[in-house]
């Protein structure tokens, strides 16, 4: 566990340096969603707000879908923020009726399923942010996740890009980070095991049936046929960071 813990550290905090993720007083309002990833971005960013330096503070905030039909365990992730020192604040929002329309009638039309529920939770945690008084807010991508998003946007609408590490909104006062973007998800799986996270009572009934899902598919395929995929991809990404794209 040892060697695992310190590589995801090391990656965590390569990250924030690299990419200059946070800096002096900053408020950072971290997106919990009860998966693996945002608990383990909860906890490293614990971690790190105990060094003198960058001084930051944190807040978690949990996005309750009611009609997706996924479950946490509320009780669960309110005593993991407070074993952290971390508080944690539950709202409740919901995909606009007539809105939401199967995976299936995704060609031509992003208002699949996952985007309407993730824009809905996007813009309830602005609204959070924007209330405690925050300037950013730390999402739970790992590098796997950029990668596929690069894959979906090449596949599906003709350009080269993905979401940044770093990302300043135009229309709201906030930047968005990424601390997990060098970090690969067969890491945090091992990591979520070895602390002993709780899954999600419930998951996503879309999970297994949506693009992005067949784009990991794809993704892994090209792992196999070249293993260095994951980096050399991923470097390619890194100069859309630099120029802009």
């Not at 993704?219 to 196999?224: D, K, T």
Request: hydrophobic share 40%; aromatic share 8%; net charge positive.
């Amino acid at each position: 566990m040892t060697g695992k813990k310190d590589k995801i550290t090391r990656l965590f905090n390569e990250a924030l340096k690299r990419y200059s993720l946070i800096s002096d007083g900053d408020r950072i309002l971290v997106g919990l969603s009860g998966g693996k990833d945002s608990m383990a971005l909860l906890e490293l960013l614990a971690q790190r707000q105990r060094i003198f330096v960058p001084r930051f503070e944190i807040e978690a905030a949990y996005v309750r879908m009611t009609d997706i039909p996924y479950l946490c365990d509320e009780d669960y992730l309110r005593t993991f923020a407070q074993s952290l020192g971390v508080p944690l604040h539950i709202v409740e929002t919901q995909a606009k009726s007539g809105e939401v329309k199967d995976e299936s009638e995704e060609v031509g039309d992003k208002r699949g399923v996952c985007f309407c529920c993730s824009r809905h939770r996007r813009n309830s945690l602005f609204a959070i942010a924007k209330r405690l008084q925050c300037n950013k807010i730390a999402l739970g991508h790992h590098r796997d996740d950029l990668i596929v998003t690069a894959l979906m946007n090449l596949t599906f609408e003709g350009q080269f890009s993905t979401m940044r590490p770093l990302m300043a909104m135009d229309r709201f006062p906030m930047t968005l980070i990424r601390p997990l973007c060098l970090i690969r998800e067969t890491d945090l799986v091992q990591w979520a095991t070895d602390h002993h996270y709780h899954e999600q009572l419930k998951r996503c009934p879309y999970d297994q049936a949506t693009r992005r899902h067949d784009i990991k598919a794809i993704a892994a395929q090209l792992e196999q046929l070249n293993p260095e995929f994951p980096y050399t991809f991923y470097r390619a990404l890194e100069r859309t960071f630099s120029n802009g794209v």
